[in-house]
Antibody, heavy 120, light 108 residues
Framework: QVQLQESGPGLVKPSQTLSLTCTVS??????????WSWIRQPAGKGLEWIGR???????NYNPSLKSRVTISVDTSKNQFSLKLSSVTAADTAVYYC????????????WGQGTLVTVSS | DIQMTQSPSTLSASVGDRVTITCRAS??????LAWYQQKPGKAPKLLIY???SLESGVPSRFSGSGSGTEFTLTISSLQPDDFATYYC??????????FGGGTKVEIK
């Protein structure tokens, strides 16, 4: 059973870079032809897909965030990471890591989510 | 981007009611639509994919239909465990996945 776990600072100052890591357990991040995504949800609001990475390193980003987002993968650690630069209060949200197969773009693996607050 | 619009945003219903949630896409997405259920403080859970295929382990009272731009999620007989927020998600635009705004199902 594949499990995902987000980790990283819960508080980030405005204009700084938000950095989160997702650790995949119960299976290899390189196997099964999966894409690994970051999704966020501001309090009381809906879900926003941030972007994803394949184990080859190829990425796709939400056009609205593309200029500020970098997603990377470390297969040796079975982890993938998110960096979001120049954050503002509008980036305060619960951040989820999630996975979907390369053949079906639905998310069948989710982390529990981690709250990141942008505040000075 | 393909925009996904759900209605209603909030729905009040009683146990045993038949509930229908609508999701509309800004352009045709064929049948590339999924539905998720989310409870407070939890990650979303996949219910339905490819518009009408039930995910393994999901109760049969959940069903999905539609194609093109209009889709529905139906709960045939609402149970106490079903009070939650439901989201649709398109994956036709494979490089830009988008979700609907959500429908909260509340106790009447």
């Amino acid at each position: 059973q594949v499990q995902l776990q987000e980790s990283g600072p819960g508080l980030v100052k405005p204009s700084q870079t938000l950095s989160l890591t997702c650790t995949v357990s119960g299976g290899s991040i390189s196997s099964g032809s999966y894409y690994w995504s970051w999704i966020r949800q501001p309090a009381g609001k809906g879900l926003e897909w941030i972007g994803r990475i394949y184990t080859s390193g190829s990425t796709n980003y939400n056009p609205s965030l593309k200029s500020r987002v970098t997603i990377s993968v470390d297969t040796s650690k079975n982890q993938f990471s998110l960096k979001l630069s120049s954050v503002t209060a509008a980036d305060t949200a619960v951040y989820y890591c999630a996975g979907h197969s390369s053949s079906v773009g639905v998310f069948d693996y989710w982390g529990q989510g981690t709250l990141v607050t942008v505040s000075s | 981007d393909i925009q996904m619009t759900q209605s209603p945003s909030t729905l009040s219903a009683s146990v045993g009611d038949r509930v229908t949630i609508t999701c509309r896409a800004s352009q045709s997405i064929s049948s590339w639509l999924a539905w998720y259920q989310q409870k407070p403080g939890k990650a979303p859970k996949l219910l339905i994919y490819k518009a009408s295929s039930l995910e393994s382990g999901v109760p049969s009272r959940f069903s999905g239909s539609g194609s093109g731009t209009e889709f529905t999620l139906t709960i045939s007989s609402l149970q106490p465990d079903d009070f939650a927020t439901y989201y649709c998600q398109q994956y036709n635009s494979y490089f830009a996945l988008t979700f609907g705004g959500g429908t909260k199902v509340e106790i009447k």
